[in-house]
């Protein structure tokens, strides 16, 4: 899951959240509707996933990431919003919702 943590910077700093363990998010650029940004130590899985939900958001322009190299890549992923909406705030969004899913998911799949 990625949460914005303020520091005593211009830019909150973007952690993720993963199995309690959190990995730093290297933003490359932000702008007002776009955030670039590097999830080091991530693969295909968790920014896919991210991915389509930011998608289906009706704030999102568009949302893609790549991995350079398959072996020692790490994903880019940029986010576009539309206008008057932050890219920060539909990450935090998206990656709220997928918790809440995988966290359904896993309670389903207990149950059998």
Not at 7 to 34: A, F, R, W
Not at 36 to 58: T, V
Request: proline residues 4%.
């Amino acid at each position: 899951m990625f949460v914005i943590k303020k520091k005593n910077v211009k830019y909150p700093q973007i952690m993720l959240i993963k199995d309690d363990n959190m990995s730093e998010i290297e933003i490359i650029t932000e702008k007002t509707l776009e955030i670039e940004f590097i999830a080091h130590g991530e693969s295909h899985g968790i920014c896919n996933a991210i991915r389509r939900k930011l998608m289906q958001d009706d704030d999102v322009e568009y949302a893609v990431y790549s991995i350079d190299h398959p072996l020692i890549g790490e994903p880019i992923m940029t986010i576009k919003t539309k206008r008057g909406k932050r890219p920060q705030k539909v990450l935090l969004k998206a990656s709220k919702d997928l918790k809440k899913e995988t966290e359904d998911f896993k309670k389903m799949i207990e149950s059998i």
